[in-house]
Each structure stands twice: as C-alpha cells, then as structure tokens.
C-alpha cells in the first residue's frame, strides 16, 4: 500500500460547506486497520499486517451486478436479504453504541418487532454475533411497559420508566396515560 501523502487523505470540517476540505493523512504504520470496500456491495476486512488479513462482515448484494444471478434470485430470497442485511446492521450497531456507553443490556422494542418474529431472531443473531456471545437481544412480551416518558424541548435526553399494566394502582407520568411504575424486570 502506497503510504505517499496524496494517497490517504480525510476531510476536515465534514459538515461545513464553507470550511470543508480534504486534507492529507501520512499511513506511515497502517496496520491494523479495518478497510471498507464500497462497491455494489459492502466488505470489511481486518487487516493486520501486508499478509494477515480477514474479512470480518459484509453484504452479498454484489452478487445482484449480474443479469443472470438477478434473473434467478425471487422477489422474496431479495426481500430477505434485505432484512438480513439491514438487522445485521442493526445489530452491529447497537454492538458498538453498547460497547461506547459501557452498557450490557440492550432491549429491542418497536411497531416493528411487534408481530414480526423472523426479525427478532435474526436481531438476536447479530447480538451474539457481533458481542461474541457477550450480549443477549432482550425483547419485551408487552412493550407497553417501557414507555419513553419524556423528552427534553432540546431533543437531547429521554427519561425511559418501567411500567406495569393500567388494572394495576397508577400515576400520571407526563401526560401520558397512567402507569403504575415499577423497577426493571430483568
């Protein structure tokens, strides 16, 4: 891998269109690295050294260039894929957002989820997979329990309580319906 100075480069202020502007990064020591190769489909490779390297993840979505291979694949191995692909992502995702907070428990609720069991266990896949067994995918039987109370004007903090049922005795929790709180089940 060439390490010359036009070669690597990154951008400074991304987000700025006035300031914005590549600038070049020195790979002197490159190794390790992980490289991401965006084509019609997505690799990612752990690279240790000019001769140890491993693909660590990606999508089979390349495999669709052809004419022939998308002839062959239905609708539904498609809409699969999809699915796979984007609860993968999910799933590594939420791994690193877990990891990056300290936290090890991660519940997965949502309109989505609801009915929609192929997801969850496919969620539940990702988990393991990216935690190394490390993490479970928590789903709740009535996710009406975790309820997102409150969220600040700013849309920077949430206040997440842990209810129970309304048959039981409740209180009003920002004007949302009445729940009775109770501490977290697991």
């Not at 300031?19 to 997505?42: D, F, R, W």
């Not at 000019?50 to 062959?72: D, H, I, L, Q």
């Not at 206040?159 to 977290?184: A, V, Y």
């Amino acid at each position: 891998m060439s390490s010359g100075p036009l070669e690597c480069y990154y951008f400074e202020d991304p987000t700025d269109p006035d300031h914005c502007a590549q600038k070049p990064y020195t790979l002197e020591n490159p190794y390790p690295m992980l490289l991401v190769n965006i084509g019609s489909g997505v690799s990612i490779l752990a690279v240790y050294s000019e001769n140890n390297y491993k693909r660590v993840t990606g999508t089979s979505f390349g495999n669709m260039m052809s004419k022939e291979k998308r002839e062959s694949v239905s609708k539904e191995d498609l809409a699969r894929a999809t699915l796979v692909t984007i609860t993968n992502n999910i799933g590594s995702i939420t791994r690193m957002c877990a990891l990056n907070e300290n936290i090890e428990r991660v519940v997965f609720v949502g309109n989505f989820l609801r009915v929609n069991t192929l997801s969850m266990k496919l969620l539940a896949y990702a988990m393991d997979y990216w935690s190394k067994g490390q993490l479970k995918a928590l789903f709740l039987r009535h996710e009406a329990r975790l309820l997102w109370c409150r969220w600040s004007p700013a849309g920077a903090s949430a206040s997440i309580l842990i209810c129970r049922p309304r048959n039981q005795k409740s209180i009003c929790c920002n004007n949302q319906k009445h729940f009775r709180l109770s501490g977290i089940p697991f």
